[in-house]
């Protein structure tokens, strides 16, 4: 639901006219038309630096006056599909929009509100529109008017975005859990929210408007919103756990969601989480000790990265933990902007820099790069399968974490997977591979020694590891990724 929606609708009739993202119209026209308009002005808000663009229907859009209109966007169908749905169907991912009735004088109004096109131009039917002062036309490909789209989108990150405006302070932190955020800087809270404002601000949670009310951005609303189902934006975003019995999903035990912003609901999620991993029990003497499945910083940084990397264009899905009887899967929308195969070793890139920047600030995470890194070595303490990362259909990314296994009860692929992601790891730290760094890896006696050899031999002629110097003796020779 749009906030404060008659203090926008009058803001937004005081215009002298149209803009090119702002328009008014008396009923609705057609399916077509509505998205070729959407595509026009999520672009032309993000060419502008708006912070949303506006479709309103009741208005007269040369004098402004409040007529009202017959339109409900809820009931209006093609076929056997309803609007909104229709619209998301033929528009691209990144198209992020929503439509609200409001009442205005007595009459019925609808606005339709229209965030800016985030990473590239959001597209109808795969054509991307613009406006030209109140009229949309098709943008012309190669065109200077493009690049210059494209400059603005990108340098226009989404947490920078607009989740909600038009609040007062009083309202914007009704929204947020201000305490959470200072007890996580280990400073003192302030006492006025005047003060408090500075904080949040200067950090990129809200912004001041030149009305002299407050938006709470999309990063603010991603860490510290009490309900991120409040804000259209983030609402998908919210964190998901679900625990199955068995292998499959056919039989889920339990499910929980987590609505408040990250900076909130990791805790508890790790917390939740912990409850529903079962652990066995070793004896130390005439003590019994529970001993853990997984390595805790393997879980917290694959959390952690499918949280900060997550491609927020693709409106339809968010993070999700789910856990089996054998591993557990972290997935989140969109896929590394590494390959797969360097994600250790390449420089790191996020398409949420600022995400990322407060995460590390409040110790979610450590310094840039390091995950991978982390996850790995987590593995190798606990003997467990390299972790399998998977890519599907160019949208999303899923981790999977498997439980210890001993080394005759690893597929030849896990083998590999294990020798080359060991390789990766002792290559970021200028060491190598060596017979006796794999048995250690593996947790095989020196008796073993000729079982690695062949593993070493056949991941060399899989090209995933190669001698560092080929010309050195068998007894001391030592491996670097294939790719080095």
């Not at 210059?148 to 989404?158: P, T």
């Not at 970021?428 to 095989?444: D, I, P």
Request: charged share 30%; aromatic share 10%.
């Amino acid at each position: 639901m749009i906030q404060n929606a008659a203090r926008l609708v009058d803001n937004l009739r005081s215009l002298p006219d149209e803009t090119e993202y702002v328009e008014f119209k008396h009923n609705f026209s057609d399916f077509e038309k509505e998205g070729q308009d959407i595509s026009a002005l999520a672009n032309s808000a993000a060419y502008h630096g708006a912070t949303a663009a506006y479709k309103i229907w009741g208005i007269d859009d040369k004098t402004h006056d409040v007529l009202g209109t017959s339109f409900k966007p809820r009931s209006k169908k093609k076929g056997n599909q309803g609007l909104e749905i229709w619209l998301r169907q033929h528009l691209s991912d990144n198209a992020n929009f929503e439509f609200d009735e409001v009442d205005c004088d007595g009459k019925g109004l609808v606005i339709l509100k229209i965030w800016p096109a985030a990473y590239s131009p959001v597209r109808f039917d795969n054509i991307a529109y613009i406006r030209t002062d109140s009229s949309t036309q098709k943008l012309k490909e190669g065109s200077t008017r493009e690049s210059d789209l494209w400059a603005r989108i990108q340098h226009r990150s989404f947490e920078k975005q607009a989740a909600m405006e038009d609040l007062s302070l009083e309202e914007a932190f009704d929204r947020l859990e201000r305490e959470a955020y200072f007890d996580l800087k280990d400073i003192p809270r302030p006492t006025s929210l005047e003060a408090a404002f500075h904080y949040f601000e200067q950090d990129g949670l809200l912004a001041s408007q030149d009305d002299g009310l407050v938006t709470i951005t999309n990063l603010g609303a991603l860490l510290f919103a009490k309900d991120m189902m409040s804000f259209p934006t983030v609402k998908r975003k919210k964190l998901r756990v679900a625990r199955y019995d068995g292998k499959g999903r056919t039989a889920n035990r339990s499910e929980r969601e987590f609505p408040a912003g990250y900076a909130i609901s990791l805790p508890l999620a790790y917390g939740y989480l912990e409850g529903l991993l079962e652990t066995g029990d070793v004896i130390e003497g005439v003590q019994r000790k529970p001993t853990r499945a997984y390595a805790p910083v393997v879980i917290r940084e694959a959390v952690v990265n499918a949280l900060i990397h997550q491609d927020f264009t693709i409106t339809g899905s968010g993070p999700a933990i789910e856990v089996f009887d054998d591993r557990i899967e972290v997935s989140n929308p969109g896929v590394p902007l590494v390959e797969v195969e360097r994600i250790v070793n390449d420089s790191p890139r996020s398409r949420n820099e600022d995400l990322s920047a407060i995460m590390r600030i409040f110790h979610f995470c450590e310094e840039a790069g390091s995950g991978w890194d982390k996850i790995i070595a987590g593995c190798e303490e606990f003997r467990s399968p390299a972790p399998r990362i998977d890519t599907r259909s160019g949208e999303s990314m899923r981790v999977t974490i498997f439980q210890p296994k001993e080394y005759r009860m690893l597929t030849p692929e896990e083998r590999l997977k294990a020798c080359y992601w060991h390789a990766c790891v002792l290559y970021e730290s200028n060491e190598y591979v060596t017979n006796g760094s794999l048995r250690e890896r593996f947790g095989l006696e020196s008796t073993k020694a000729a079982q690695v050899s062949r593993l070493i031999k056949d991941a060399v002629e899989s090209n995933l590891i190669k001698p560092v110097d080929p010309k050195t003796s068998p007894k001391y020779m030592q491996y670097q990724p294939g790719w080095a």
